[in-house]
């Protein structure tokens, strides 16, 4: 069972002084105003454990430093070790809202990524049908894409994302090139317009870029 001595009751008011950020002298100034003369001299005695505390003294000591009187007769350690106690404390506590925050970015980049992935699909998918829609009115203002004629073509028909029908398809293009896909052959989209230029590219190592006649070139 924790008996209160000289030294604890001095310890806990040096810990409370501590706490508070004021110095001997402050809490000196506080104790007059309570009616409680303590120099700054008496208060370093009492909180070495070298003055006893006492008992009509304790309401003034403990209202001075915003503690119980109760506050005053329980062990503790400096207030420097208090304040380290607190900082571990919070350490340990922004430390968990950290993880938390880290999970959260984590999950909302993985979002991020996603959505980029998604639009660039939908971008393709966009301009792979203005080629399309432009070929099927004679390619009046395509001056150029970036992918090759061949996987154009294969976009078209096989990885348009949601699935280009068919008959569209077919209807869209000029007859030689819808018989040739018909019969499993690409088809000659090039040749079919030779006013468009063609690159050598595919989906899997670039986007598809569309150079639009009379659009400012970038």
Same mark, same amino acid.
């Given at each position: 069972?924790? +008996?209160?001595?000289?030294? %604890?009751?001095?310890?806990?008011?040096?810990?409370? +002084?501590?706490?508070?950020?004021?110095?001997?002298?402050?809490?000196?100034?506080?104790?007059?105003?309570?009616? !409680?003369?303590?120099?700054? =001299?008496?208060?370093?005695?009492?909180?070495?454990?070298?003055?006893?505390?006492?008992?009509?003294?304790?309401?003034?000591? @403990?209202?001075?430093?915003?503690?119980?009187?109760?506050? /005053?007769?329980?062990?503790?350690? *400096?207030?420097?070790?208090?304040? !380290?106690?607190?900082?571990?404390?919070?350490?340990?506590? /922004?430390?968990?809202?950290?993880?938390?925050?880290?999970?959260?970015?984590?999950?909302?980049?993985?979002?991020?990524?996603?959505? %980029?992935?998604?639009?660039?699909?939908? +971008?393709?998918?966009?301009?792979? !049908?203005? =080629? /399309?829609?432009?070929? *099927?009115?004679?390619?009046?203002?395509?001056?150029?894409?970036?992918?090759?004629?061949? @996987?154009?073509?294969?976009?078209?028909?096989?990885?348009? +994302?949601?699935?280009?029908?068919?008959?569209?398809?077919? @209807?869209?293009?000029?007859?030689?090139? *819808?018989? *040739?896909?018909?019969?499993?052959?690409?088809?000659?989209?090039?040749?079919?317009?030779?006013? =468009?230029?063609? %690159?050598?590219?595919?989906?899997?190592?670039?986007?598809?870029?569309?150079?639009?006649?009379?659009?400012?070139?970038?």
């Amino acid at each position: 069972m924790y +008996r209160p001595t000289d030294e %604890g009751i001095g310890s806990a008011i040096l810990a409370g +002084r501590q706490m508070a950020g004021i110095l001997q002298e402050e809490l000196s100034e506080r104790l007059a105003e309570m009616g !409680l003369n303590w120099s700054r =001299v008496t208060i370093s005695k009492v909180e070495r454990g070298e003055r006893s505390v006492r008992a009509t003294e304790l309401p003034a000591v @403990a209202a001075a430093l915003n503690m119980t009187v109760d506050d /005053l007769f329980v062990p503790r350690g *400096s207030g420097i070790q208090l304040r !380290l106690s607190e900082a571990l404390i919070q350490m340990l506590k /922004l430390n968990d809202e950290y993880k938390t925050a880290s999970t959260e970015y984590s999950q909302a980049f993985d979002r991020y990524r996603e959505c %980029g992935d998604r639009l660039r699909e939908a +971008r393709t998918s966009y301009e792979a !049908l203005s =080629v /399309l829609h432009d070929f *099927s009115n004679g390619a009046l203002e395509t001056e150029a894409v970036s992918w090759s004629a061949e @996987a154009l073509l294969d976009y078209w028909e096989h990885e348009i +994302r949601p699935p280009l029908d068919p008959g569209d398809l077919f @209807a869209a293009l000029p007859e030689s090139v *819808s018989h *040739s896909l018909e019969e499993g052959g690409l088809g000659e989209l090039a040749s079919a317009f030779p006013s =468009v230029r063609f %690159g050598e590219g595919d989906p899997e190592s670039e986007p598809l870029i569309v150079e639009r006649r009379g659009e400012p070139q970038s």
